[in-house]
C-alpha cells in the first residue's frame, strides 16, 4: 500500500489547535485511513478514522474537538484538533485499516 507520511505536529497551549497532515504517495482513494496516537507509557489508541465513502469515527475522548477529513485530489487526509487539552499529548499517525507497517509519527504537545 502507498506510504503515508505525518506531519503538523507541534507545542500548543491548552485550548489551542493544529492541524496535522497525513500525505501519501499515491492515490489513497479507496481506503479507510486512521490516526491513533501513543503517550508515553500508554498503549496506542485509534483517536479516528474515515472511510472511501468519507464516512468517520471518533474516539469518545475527542468527540467534538477533532475532525477528520480528506482531499483524495491532493492523496492527504487531515486531522483538525481543537480545544487541545494536555491529555492529548502524543505521537499522532496515520494508517491503512489494515496496518502493514508504522510510520515515524509527528509529535503533539499540549502544555501551558
Known amino acids: 500500500q502507498v506510504q503515508l507520511v505525518e506531519s503538523g505536529g507541534g507545542l500548543v497551549q491548552p485550548g489551542g489547535s493544529l492541524r496535522l497532515s497525513c500525505a501519501a504517495s499515491?492515490?489513497?482513494?479507496?481506503?479507510?485511513i486512521v490516526w491513533y496516537r501513543q503517550a508515553p507509557g500508554k498503549q496506542r489508541e485509534l483517536v479516528a478514522s474515515?472511510?472511501?465513502?468519507?464516512?468517520?469515527n471518533y474516539a469518545d475522548s475527542v468527540k467534538g474537538r477533532f475532525t477528520i477529513s480528506r482531499n483524495n485530489a491532493l492523496n492527504t487526509v487531515y486531522l483538525q484538533m481543537n480545544a487541545l487539552k494536555p491529555e492529548d499529548t502524543a505521537v499522532y499517525y496515520c494508517?491503512?485499516?489494515?496496518?502493514?507497517?508504522w510510520g515515524q509519527g509527528t509529535q503533539v504537545t499540549v502544555s501551558s
Open positions: 494508517n491503512h485499516r489494515v496496518i502493514t507497517s
Open positions: 499515491g492515490s489513497i482513494s479507496i481506503y479507510t
Open positions: 474515515i472511510t472511501s465513502r468519507g464516512s468517520t
